[in-house]
């Protein structure tokens, strides 16, 4: 690739590598480029920097990554003249020829820099060997810079970096563990205090940089998590380049330069071992290529073991999530090891990952100190007009008429595939990110077919989805969760195992081409295609394909037909692997990519989707129901209830599913706690007051002290008949359902552990820690659902319009609930106190409880004193309704009207939930 366009940085870094002389010895001119300062050289021609980066270029080498591609180091410094000279004659000089050029080049510039003449023993004698040490730190640090500005200046860098808008960052609060974007509280209203656990780092006034430097501060250990696609690997990469500038050196280092060095399982992975040798090794390895080019008087392990001394080392560890094969949960174990007591434990780290690695890695986190936990925050509505300015007019009307994506316009990796298709003129409606992907999948393949001389409708294209897809499903199920594979031999067997995975085996040309198309699509699909190097561009396009795979796979013998042990036919997925994966959390985006897939993708064989989803209904082996996923996927089996589309047969595995519940009471030897269970149900109104419509009076009044807004205006409802279960749904009830979800949520996001033994002690204690997920699914196994919040508020008034069922006395709330002044900091056996006037018990204390309907503070507003018949609350919010109060609340949060809320996915101590009967919409 031919440059001339370099900013002022560049081209100084150039300057000081090769003092803009032409490498070529036999001419080695002065030479600048547009942006070159015009008193240190005398321009001839116009300057030109050879890449390994183009594809189309001489000097091309498919073996480079493409971060290696994009580098400095394989580039070299040339006039006009000898670039056009090499570039018509490339067999008179080979690469080896121009790789010694750019050798000798910058071991003259360093020695000219230096000061020192003459062979090494010469040099060294001349200059002090720290001198040397730090000039060959700030030269790697310079190269480092350079790349990241290299690849913002790239018009064909996969990752779009031209692009790049810095984020905001947040800290989360000491003591706490991390979650993803997707699970983070996100309480409305003024009524809860109880908020986001994330501050932001940034302060009124603060620009971009100082806000960095601020994150960075904030610890010598700082771990970023973050759910796909936020950016993670991204930031890394600025990280390192701003940790090399200037700028980062002035403000973290004292102005001095540091060994900062950055790795990613998938590209670089991890070092084997961070004790003393093991890191002096891998330091040495990242320094070497600058040591080597300056030909410099020290070793690349002097460097390194100086650098450590004196405390100049910088780590920098992406995707911990990605840690997968045997040695490199090794390094992580030495990782541990060497911040206790090793040379770890007096530089600086950067760990990233997903939320849910932090837990699986704890001793990583609580057997070392000092650890600090932040998060790149989703885009704000600023960050994503800057992203995506400059598209074409109208591109983006596509986005305006739902409102439903706007979270999804929050994602990095979202908006760069809103980018490409709007470039392309191919950008259309979506609701899901799924949706998005596969707009994405259709428009780079569609391009890549036209380039290869394919008709764009042909069924080439479908195969190549094909192709993908079963090489996706094949990775996942054997756990390659970097997304990536390397070396002939892995690659051979992944080859092999999609290719079973296709209806008909896939060729040695298809493979080639698969090759092509990957070079073709810009490397957005998969960057690396060849015989010893498959990776995708990142986890969630594997994943995508993966969920593409198991919701329309062509796979002989997918779908089988299958008699439960009661006789009754069910239709299973026939893949064991995948079967095994129904509930693992690795798997989470590969299922909610196959739920959320258009039903145009599996209406032609729609038994597969079927089958495939049908698994995450069954009881898993050893491990936690996967709740959310059974509720996303519930309304293609449900559909007829709701109006919407449903696969053929659905209703079947809705059935079997809550067969289970039925079996319990109909066995032999009918379970006492679900015969119990189903029989503690009252009656909302009770049948003796012989009324089915009650209007109540709903909200607080202006005379209420204690009232919130989001209480108000207290406005008139009616709500029909409904049955509600007498208490909260106990520990011993919910084991019936799901035995495991004690032991796999045993711990909380403040790191304690055994929350059950320590908050709800006994059997018969409300069942805590629960998604709003986890209730709702367990509600449908019974054959109930989640009551609304009206349907709620009704029950627990109990004809009453008063602060409290028992009157407006916050003196005797403790009669009737357990709260902050009686519970002693922890639930108590349900029933133990007075019911309200229906027979209702703990509905003012013990735990607060989830309801169906999404929240909105503003939403009583809308009614203006008119009669609400069966209100369900708002259509679409982020956090989902909590009533009643809680062990851990003050009593003037336990009256009637008080209202909360949470995002869905959030697991606290003090929540619980109950059950209603009634045949009501449930989404």
Known sequence: MVRHDFTDKTAQILAERVAFHCSNPDCRVHTVGPHSASDKSVKIGEAAHITAASEDGPRYDPALSPEQRRSPDNGIWLCCDCHTLIDRDPGRFPTEELHRWKQQAEQLAFADLTGATGDAPTRAKQGSSLEVIERVLRRYCDDRVLEWEEARADPEDPDKLRYYVEPHYSLLIRGLLPVDASSVAARGGKADKRDDPYKAVAEKGDDAIAELVKLLRASMRLCITEDAGAGKSIFTRRLLAFLCSTEGQKALFDGKPCLVVRWEPRVRSWPDSFEEDGLITALAKAVKPTVDAAGAAVSPTDVAKWAIREGRVFLILD????????????????????????????????????????????????????????????????????????????????????????????????????????????????????????????????????????????????????????????????????????????????????????????????????????????????????????????????????????????????????????????VRCGDEKVRRLASDQEWYWAWRFAIEMRPIVWQSQPSTLLASLSELFERPEGKARPNELIYRAWPLFDAPTLGQSALPDGQRVIERFQSEFGGLLTAQEPNPIAVALQADFVRCPPQELGIDRQPFWVGSGDTDADAHDAERPRHPVVVSPFGLQATSVTREQYRLYDPQHESEHSSTSRGESDVFARWAPEDACPMIHLTWYDAWVFARWIGGRLPTEAEWEYACRAGTETRFSFGNNEEDLAEYAWYSANAADKTRPVRQKEPNAWGLYDMHGNVGEWCQDWFDERYYGQFAGEMAVDPMGPVVSRSRVIRGGSWIDYGRFCRSACRFASAPGVRIGYLGFRVCLAPRPSF
């Open 319 to 570: 995707a911990l999530d990605q840690v997968t094969n045997k040695t490199n949960k090794q390094s992580i174990a030495s990782l541990e090891e060497s911040l206790h007591s090793g040379p770890v434990q007096n530089g600086s780290l950067v760990l990233t990952s997903r939320a849910y690695a932090v837990t699986d890695h704890a001793t990583l986190f609580h057997e070392t100190k000092g650890w600090r936990f932040g998060r790149i925050d989703a885009f704000d509505a600023d960050q994503q007009k800057r992203y995506l300015a400059g598209l074409p007019n109208g591109s983006l009307d596509a986005l305006a008429a739902h409102e439903e994506i706007g979270e999804l316009l929050r994602i990095p990796v979202v908006l760069a595939m809103i980018r490409e298709l709007a470039e392309g003129g191919r950008l259309s409606a979506f609701r899901t990110r799924g949706d998005l992907y596969l707009q994405v999948h259709e428009h780079l393949t569609v391009r890549a077919a036209r380039k290869l001389g394919f008709q764009p409708d042909c069924d080439q294209i479908a195969r190549w989805g094909e192709i993908l897809a079963a090489t996706a499903c094949e990775m996942m199920v054997r756990g390659i969760y970097n997304y990536a594979v390397q070396g002939p031999f892995p690659v051979r067997d992944v080859h092999q195992g999609a290719s079973r995975r296709c209806q008909e085996p896939i060729t040695r040309d298809e493979w080639r081409v698969l090759e092509s198309v990957s070079g073709l699509t810009d490397r957005c699909i998969l960057e690396g295609a060849t015989s010893e190097n498959l990776c995708w561009k990142h986890r969630g396009m594997m994943e995508f394909y993966c969920g593409l795979h198991v919701a329309r796979n062509s796979q002989p013998g997918w779908v089988v037909t299958e008699a439960d042990p009661h006789g009754q036919e069910c």
